[in-house]
């Protein structure tokens, strides 16, 4: 059997990318968190379950939201092997330099209930050289909208010292790593501001 190119590639079953009843919400919704700055490669989707996912209200459980959201996260960690090359294995099994999340803050804006697909997507808001600032959100397929939200802080550990990584005194690939994550931040908040500027335009437009 034919490997596959990358960690991305061996987990994109958990990518929104098929057809079928839901694909015009699913493109609707992805088109509407890329204009936000989400990354398209670290999507993940989570079809919502009728009992697992739901409490006796028919509403999907508080608890439910961060085993969704380590799906996005993983994404986001498997995004990371272009630069790490043949470090990417020990990165992900925590040996040597690894990374642990630091803070999580969810915001839960909407109710979401059965039948629902929901997608989820990282945009990463500021990068230091020993731990990265981002954000995942989840959407509905079904209303299109922004269901719930995490804040989070994740930093780089090296296990070796039981220290943090600064991945620019680290160099090579770290440093590589470091470089490559802050053009994918300025990218995200750049297009993230242009969202914001054209909503100010349309709102004052209606006053």
């Known amino acids: 059997m034919r490997p596959f190119k990358s960690a991305l590639e061996a987990s994109s079953y958990q990518h929104p990318a098929s057809n079928g009843p839901w694909a015009q919400r699913r493109d609707e919704t992805i088109s509407k968190m890329l204009e936000q700055g989400l990354e398209y490669p670290t999507l993940a989707e989570h079809p919502i379950a009728w009992a697992e996912d739901q409490d006796p209200f028919g509403h999907v459980m508080t608890q439910t939201y961060p085993h969704i959201n380590a799906k ?15 470090r990417f294995p020990d990165f992900m099994k925590a040996r040597g330099i690894g990374i642990m999340s630091n803070r999580l803050v969810l915001s839960m804006k909407r109710v979401v209930k059965y039948p629902d697909l929901l997608i989820t997507g990282v945009r990463l808001v500021e990068v230091r050289p020993d731990r990265i600032f981002f954000e995942n959100e989840l959407w509905s397929a079904q209303t299109k909208e922004m269901v719930a939200g995490f804040q989070m ?55």
């Open 153 to 207: 802080v994740a930093v780089f550990f090296n296990h070796h010292t039981g220290k943090k990584a600064n991945l620019l005194e680290e160099g090579g690939v770290w440093a590589d790593l470091h470089a490559s994550l802050l053009r994918r931040s300025a990218e995200s908040n750049r297009t993230l501001g242009i969202w914001q500027e054209k909503q100010k335009r349309q709102n004052n437009g209606k006053l």
């Open 72 to 86: 996005c996260f993983l994404r986001l960690l498997e995004s990371f092997e272009e630069q790490l090359k043949d």
